[in-house]
């Protein structure tokens, strides 16, 4: 099982990232994806989840409105498109696959927000 994030990098303040990742070695379409984000000193954050099918999507407060989830199951590859990015967005950000009493994670890609 593999679960392969990029698209982290440095932005300033307002600008926009998109984060994906893509999975492998197991059945993609069956489970529920996450993303989670752990800043410096900080405990990890559940930041967005996506159903398997793509239908229900679900948001922190803190990113309600400017981020988006989504996934393409034809290609095992789910985003993270983040818009009006803000300094406090600032942390390594983490995929996320669980179903099935399975939890399978990324190794994680920063992103910094800073001027």
């Known amino acids: 099982v593999q679960l392969v994030e990029s698209g982290g990098g440095l932005v300033q303040p307002g600008g926009s990232l998109r984060l994906s990742c893509a999975a492998s070695g197991f059945t993609f379409s069956s489970y529920y994806m996450r993303w989670y984000r752990q800043a410096p000193g900080k405990e990890r954050e559940l930041v967005a989840t996506?159903?398997?099918?793509?239908?229900?999507?679900n948001y922190a407060d803190s990113v309600k409105g400017r981020f988006t989830i989504s996934r393409d199951n034809a290609k095992n590859t789910v985003y993270l498109q983040m818009n009006t990015l803000k300094p406090e967005d600032t942390a390594v950000y983490y995929c996320?696959?669980?179903?099935?009493?399975?939890?399978?994670w990324g190794q994680g890609t920063q992103v910094t927000v800073s001027s």
């Open positions: 996506i159903s398997n099918g793509g239908v229900s999507t």
């Open positions: 996320n696959a669980y179903g099935y009493g399975r939890d399978y």
